[in-house]
Nanobody
């Protein structure tokens, strides 16, 4: 019974900010590696940010210095703080929970739309 529910997307002007949330149930965001991906219109899905169980983070070069991935263990929620947004950040953003064993599965949220436009 694993479920990931994204929220926080919307329309924002260039230079603005949004915070995306991914509320998890059935697995712990403290134990499982969590990621944010995005898929711009007409393009392939790409990795945006990762946070591992130990708290180490990784970012795509295109978002370094602008985006921050974090987690709230008590709320079992992972966040993506997006600052200095650009039109090229426009995409559907997806939360991913990575499996811990080969017998387990990766899980994806349904996605939330982020549109950066003036």
């Amino acid at each position: 019974q694993v479920q990931l529910v994204e929220s926080g997307g919307g329309l924002v002007q260039p230079g603005g900010s949004l915070r995306l949330s991914c509320a998890a149930s059935g697995r712990s965001v403290a134990i499982n590696t969590m990621g944010w991906y995005r898929q711009p219109p007409g393009k392939e899905r790409e990795l945006v940010a990762l946070i591992a169980s130990g708290g180490i983070t990784n970012y795509a070069d295109s978002v370094k210095g602008r985006f921050t991935i974090s987690r709230d263990i008590v709320k079992n929620t992972v966040y993506l703080q997006m600052n200095s947004l650009k039109p090229e950040d426009t995409a559907v953003y997806y939360c991913k929970l990575y499996k811990r064993t080969v017998a387990d599965l990766d899980y994806w949220g349904q996605g939330t739309q982020v549109t950066v436009s003036s």
